[in-house]
């Protein structure tokens, strides 16, 4: 069963990307998710021991403000329509620290991003779409927790597994 780590926002920030992720998702088809970076994604293994790993992928990092920029597209389903997420040194590193722990080689084409938008959406729609939401992207977040999800199967079936605070 496949397992993720994200890092999510919190408060206000949550709330204003999670409108941005529900009003796309409804004018123009896909599902809704919340909103987040992931720090390591497709990771397999034993519940448990993933529990534990991510607790120490937790306590390798520190607290640090993530920062929205510019936004971005692909033909990949789950990075249809996306923000790239600062800094990106940061994160990098923090995906390495976590491949390390989760035994895992890191990925050297890792991009840090918020994904706004799931689907196969045609690109003339995510021109316009990014001209209309990039004035509503200027978000920042502070990490304070990592987050283990269960993201087997469709979407709206993702669980929470856990979540560790990062002091």
């Known amino acids: 069963m496949p397992y993720s780590l994200w890092l999510m926002p919190e408060?206000?920030?949550?709330r204003r990307l999670m409108?941005?992720?529900q009003e796309l998702s409804k004018r123009h088809g896909g599902p809704e998710f919340p909103p987040h970076v992931t720090l390591f994604g497709n990771c397999e293994g034993q519940r448990d021991a993933l529990i534990e790993k991510s607790k120490r992928v937790a306590a390798s990092l520190h607290p640090f403000a993530v920062r929205l920029g510019t936004m971005?597209?692909?033909e990949r389903y789950f990075r249809d329509l996306f923000v790239h997420v600062g800094p990106a040194d940061v994160l990098r590193s923090a995906h390495r620290a976590a491949c390390e722990i989760l035994g895992s080689k890191a990925d050297p084409h890792f991009m840090p991003h918020l994904s706004l938008l799931y689907g196969n959406h045609p690109r003339d729609l995510?021109?316009?779409?990014?001209t209309g939401i990039s004035s509503k992207l200027r978000v920042q977040f502070k990490v304070r927790s990592?987050?283990?999800l269960q993201t087997e199967g469709d979407v709206q079936n993702w669980q929470e597994v856990?979540?560790?605070p990062v002091t």
């Open 126 to 130: 995510k021109e316009l779409i990014m």
């Open 72 to 74: 971005g597209m692909t």
């Open 146 to 148: 990592l987050y283990l």
């Open 19 to 21: 409108q941005i992720v």
């Open 162 to 164: 856990a979540r560790f």
């Open 11 to 14: 408060g206000l920030a949550r």
